[in-house]
């Protein structure tokens, strides 16, 4: 299992190098997160000895039973949707939450930080499908979110996830994650903060990349099907 999160993640940070230099940019302004969702601490901790850093997980319990087993040097991420009643369970450890889409969520993250004595990273999470159960605003909801989040004081916005709709063709995909970037850029002209664009998982990482994804989510690429 080592040799294969080993050659799968040296296959992904080449793709990554391949997909910057398609872009004119460099590989240094990616950052990598391992999906490490539903994959075991070993599988972690093999992809930790293998140089991954950055890892996402999805549910705070899976996360917390998880951690413990896991080296310690790590930055967490927290990924999926986040209950509020959780936040204070992850704000000690977290690096960045990439899923604030309401204001009762940044409500209890506000509370968290305040208890902590320190500012919780997040990103505003942007639905760009209709219908989808992933959770997030639309599109047309960033400015007024945004304006409302920068009266928080321990919310520390630094970005955007941005969800595609799923099950796109190409052209179609390409089309989303090129607004993406544009609801990004727009972002940044009033929110000097703003400097994350989490963008792409498996199966989009390479084109999210060449439409200017900062960060990129994969999993499966890395640590095979779950």
């Known amino acids: ?19 910057c230099q398609r872009a004119g940019r460099a590989s240094g302004e990616v950052t990598l997160i391992g999906v490490s969702k539903t994959h075991p601490a070993e599988a972690v901790r093999q992809a930790h000895e293998a140089g991954l850093r950055d890892f996402g997980e999805n549910r705070v319990q899976e996360w917390r039973d998880k951690a413990p087993s896991c080296p310690d040097g790590i930055f967490w991420h ?40 320190r500012p919780v990273c ?21 400015s007024e979110f945004l304006e409302r989040l920068a009266y928080f004081r321990f919310v520390h916005v630094v970005g955007l996830m941005v969800l595609p709709p799923p099950n796109q063709a ?18 940044r002209v009033t929110h000097r903060d703003i400097e994350i664009l989490s963008m792409g998982m498996s199966d989009d990482y390479a084109l999210a990349i060449e439409h200017g994804a900062t960060h990129v989510r994969v999993g499966s690429a890395i640590f095979g099907d779950r």
Do not use: T, W
């Open 122 to 142: 997040a990103l505003v999470q942007i639905n760009l499908g209709q219908g989808d159960a992933r959770g997030g605003i639309a599109p047309e909801q960033v």
């Open 1 to 19: 299992m080592m040799m294969k999160i080993h050659d799968r993640l040296d296959a992904v940070h080449e793709n990554i190098a391949l997909a």
């Open 78 to 117: 927290m990924i999926g949707q986040c209950q509020s009643n959780k936040v204070k369970y992850i704000v000690p450890q977290i690096s960045l939450i990439h899923s604030l889409d309401r204001l009762s969520l940044a409500v209890a993250i506000e509370e968290a930080g305040k208890r902590f004595g």
């Open 170 to 187: 190409p052209q179609a995909l390409a089309q989303h994650l090129a607004r993406g970037y544009d609801l990004f850029s727009k972002a």
